[in-house]
């Protein structure tokens, strides 16, 4: 994949129940950014990459020959991309099972349940 120096539109899915629209489609722009390119051979300055990373606050691609070859990022955007992958495998998970059938059950009565087990601590 030959990733070149374009905006790119990030788009959020919304439910039926927002009260964004975009054209009568379920979809809004959230954020426009250029993704941040870099040759490989800018890896050989490790401080000013890791800098960079740091300050941008996302991945960094980096090219080997004109393609795309590595995708580096700081451990803080790595760990808060993998708990919205976590979240995202849950609520697909839950998805599922509600598809399935499964029972739902009523937020407050689970914090109830969990306060008599548990004590009175707010949860």
């Known amino acids: ?3 070149r120096a374009e905006r790119v539109q990030v788009y959020i899915e919304l439910d039926n ?3 964004y629209r975009h054209n009568n489609a379920q979809r ?3 954020h426009e950014m250029i993704p941040t390119i870099r040759p490989i051979s800018e890896l050989r300055d490790t401080n ?3 800098e960079l990373c740091h300050s941008q606050q996302e991945p960094v691609f980096i090219t080997k020959n004109g393609y795309t070859d590595l995708v580096i990022m700081s451990a803080a955007v790595y760990e808060q991309q ?3 992958l976590e979240v995202y495998n849950k609520l697909s998970e839950a998805e599922v099972q509600s598809e399935a059938g499964a029972q739902n059950v009523n937020g407050k009565e689970v914090f109830a349940k969990l306060r ?3 004590g009175t601590a707010t949860l």
């Open 17 to 19: 129940c927002t009260k």
């Open 116 to 118: 008599r087990k548990y």
């Open 48 to 50: 000013a990459i890791s």
């Open 28 to 30: 809004k722009v959230v």
């Open 1 to 3: 994949m030959l990733l």
């Open 82 to 84: 993998s708990a919205f």
